[in-house]
Nanobody, 133 residues
Framework: QVHMVESGGGSVQTGGSLRLSCTPSGPTFPSFGALVMGWFRQLSGNGGADVEREFVGSINWSGDRILYGDDVKGRFTISRDNTKNSVFLQMSSLKPDDTAVYFC??????????????????WGPGTAVTVSS
């Protein structure tokens, strides 16, 4: 089964920046350009399925509508390139509280402005971000 794959995580100091990328793991989704994409994060070490993933943001199919979580608004930017079946998360002014594993996921039905993890699927394994003070 195809799922998403995140990349670009790493370690930075407070105030630094990182750019995460997300693409399908295998044969491309036949309609990637029609899918809502979401970014979520989970505190490092809390990988259990019952731990709620925090909403970072979602982007509609064309990329002209984006919703951000309150904690990242003004610091993070989501974009997508449908010609490359990719979605991006540009993170700036990073803080230690941003330390987490970041995931992207697909929402195949319903509205684009959705912050509920259970309505997304095809989750990737995540990429770890560590921000040191």
């Amino acid at each position: 089964q195809v799922h998403m794959v995140e990349s670009g995580g790493g370690s930075v100091q407070t105030g630094g920046s990182l750019r995460l990328s997300c693409t399908p793991s295998g044969p491309t989704f036949p309609s990637f350009g029609a899918l809502v994409m979401g970014w979520f994060r989970q505190l490092s070490g809390n990988g259990g399925a019952d731990v709620e993933r925090e909403f970072v943001g979602s982007i509609n199919w064309s990329g002209d509508r984006i919703l951000y979580g309150d904690d990242v608004k003004g610091r993070f930017t989501i974009s997508r390139d449908n010609t490359k079946n990719s979605v991006f998360l540009q993170m700036s002014s990073l803080k230690p509280d941003d330390t987490a594993v970041y995931f992207c996921a697909v929402k195949k039905h319903g509205t684009w402005d959705d912050n509920t993890p259970s309505r997304y699927g095809d989750w990737g394994p995540g990429t770890a971000v560590t921000v040191s003070s």
